[in-house]
Structures are given as C-alpha cells and as structure tokens.
C-alpha cells in the first residue's frame, strides 16, 4: 500500500485530455515539493515535473500540474499515443524521514 | 553528457550479499545528493535509500534499514548500494537518481537500471 494514493489506471483518446490525481497528507504533500514521473514501457523514469508545478525545459507544455493542500494533480492535454506510460508522483515524507511515491497511474491513449 | 550507469546486479542467493554501483559523468558529482530507488516485477516504484552530497546524511526505509547501506565516493564520482541479507522479496531493478536541491529534490536524473534476482 502506497503513501501517495493514485488511480492505478486513466484512458483517453487522442487528443483528448486526462488528468491524474495524487492524494497524500500533511506530513508529505502537505508540506513538501511534489514531482511527477513519467516512466514508458521498459525504460528508467523520467522527470516530468517539479516544484509541485514547474517543467523541465525538454518537457512540452501538453503536461501541466498543481498543488492544493494534500493532494496533486497533473494534466495531459493533446494526448498523443507516445503519452502511454505509467506515472509516479512523489515527495519527502516528514513523519517516516523517506521519499514516497504513489503506486503508479497507467495512462493508455484509445 | 550527464548520465548515471549502474551496474553490479544478477542472480544471488538467499542471504548471501551483492554490491552495486553508479557511475555518474557529465556533472560535478559532489554537488549532488543521490538515492536508489527500486521497482518490482510489474510493480510500481519504492524508495530504498538517500546520500547528501557530503555523505554526513542517510536515509534508508524501513524494508532495508539494517541490511542495506548507501555510499559514495566522490574521488571516483561513484554510488554504491552495499546489499546484505538478501531475501527473494529484495528482487527488483534498482536505480539509482541524482536529486536536485534546486528543484525541490526532484530525480532529476536516473541509470538505465540494473536487475537483482535473490533465488536458490
């Protein structure tokens, strides 16, 4: 059982928009960053997002993310068959002194 | 370019030990904090361990506190994972990730990965 509770699965057709939510509690996303990951079949994890919403400069503007209190979202619009993956947010947990992560979102493009 | 190469893993039995190791390039290695963070067969993510760029902070959970240690050697921009005790429910593949303390911590960096199977 995760920290971070995800949605285990999101769908959408292309072009379309989706969005995945992450829920934790005041001693990790209440109080600390959160970042996404993007993780294709058979490849390591991939930085998506940080500062609860801030984008690395190779990331496209499709995916976006907020924060507000102890949960967190990220969005994916213009959905692309390449989106296909599985996404992992995460962040410093206070009480346990450990990074946590959710369980994991599989994304799949109809 | 900047890049984190794990290597060290395979097939070990129950209760014996296995080292592995990170090389990073392409960055000033001791600037940075660094984990290992481990994935189940077709399971998500779980966090093993934390080293602060100085090595004076570690942190490990609680699945591997006393039988895992983190190290590093800045002199060989290298991360280490020294496992002992190892049990079947320690199969996985193990990366390692560079952690940014100007981007809130993020990983902004990870290896390739690299499997250990604990089977008799």
């Known amino acids: 059982q995760s920290v971070l509770t995800q949605p285990p699965s999101v769908s959408a057709a292309p072009g379309q928009k989706v969005i995945i939510s992450c829920s934790g509690s005041?001693?990790?996303?209440?109080?600390?960053?959160v970042s996404w990951y993007q993780q294709l079949p058979g490849t390591a994890p991939k930085l998506l997002i940080y500062?609860?919403?801030k984008r690395p400069s190779e990331i496209p503007d499709r995916f976006s993310a907020s924060k507000s209190g102890t949960s967190a979202t990220l969005g994916i619009t213009g959905l692309q068959a390449g989106d296909e993956a599985d996404y992992y947010c995460?962040?410093?947990?206070?009480?346990?002194?450990?990074?946590?992560f959710g369980g994991g979102t599989e994304l799949t493009v109809l | 370019q900047v890049q984190l190469v794990e290597s060290g893993g395979g097939v070990v039995q129950p209760g014996r030990s296995l080292r592995l190791s990170c090389a990073a390039s392409?960055?000033?290695?001791?600037?940075?904090?660094f984990h290992w963070v481990r994935q189940f067969p077709g399971k998500g993510l779980e966090w093993v361990a934390d080293?602060?760029?100085?090595?004076?902070?570690?942190y490990y959970a609680d699945s591997v506190k006393g039988r895992f240690t983190i190290s590093r050697d800045n002199s060989k921009n290298t991360l280490y994972l020294q496992m002992n005790s190892l049990r079947a429910e320690d199969t996985a593949v193990y990366y390692c990730?560079?952690?940014?303390?100007?981007?809130?911590?993020?990983?902004?960096?990870w290896g390739q990965g690299t499997m250990v199977t604990v089977s008799s």
């Open positions: 990730a560079r952690d940014d303390l100007n981007i809130g911590n993020a990983l902004d960096i």
């Open positions: 080293i602060w760029s100085d090595a004076n902070k570690k």
């Open positions: 500062d609860n919403y």
């Open positions: 005041s001693s990790n996303i209440g109080n600390n960053y």
């Open positions: 392409g960055f000033t290695f001791s600037s940075f904090g």
């Open positions: 995460g962040t410093w947990d206070n009480s346990l002194s450990a990074v946590v």
